[in-house]
Nanobody, 115 residues
């Protein structure tokens, strides 16, 4: 069992920044990939950014150039730095861990961007 605890969400004005954190209960080098997903009201959950244990990253087109995913192996934590936030980035953001045995999700953290 892997536990993921997100933090860092909140209310920010358009153009502002937030950094989300996802702390894992196991070493992130034991996890094949970790990602951030988001779900806005009435919409499907979508991948925002992902990072593999080898350090490869992948981003949704809508956030490229604005968001950066990174990991700190010593802290078992993955971060999502979000800059130049837009109202359309408003959603609940979920951390995801992909292991050989399955996937695990955090409880989610709300990000609200006001115009």
């Amino acid at each position: 069992q892997v536990q993921l605890v997100e933090s860092g969400g909140g209310l920010v004005q358009a153009g502002g920044s937030l950094r989300l954190s996802c702390a894992a209960s196991i070493g992130i080098l034991s996890i094949n990939a970790m990602g951030w997903y988001r779900q806005a009201p009435g919409k499907q959950r979508e991948l925002v950014a992902a990072i593999t244990k080898g350090g490869s990253t992948n981003y949704a087109d809508s956030v490229k150039g604005r968001f950066t995913i990174s990991g700190d192996n010593a802290k078992n934590t993955v971060y999502l730095q979000m800059n130049s936030l837009k109202p359309e980035d408003t959603a609940v953001y979920y951390c995801n861990a992909e292991l050989i045995v399955g996937q695990y999700w955090g409880q989610g953290t709300q990000v609200t961007v006001s115009s």
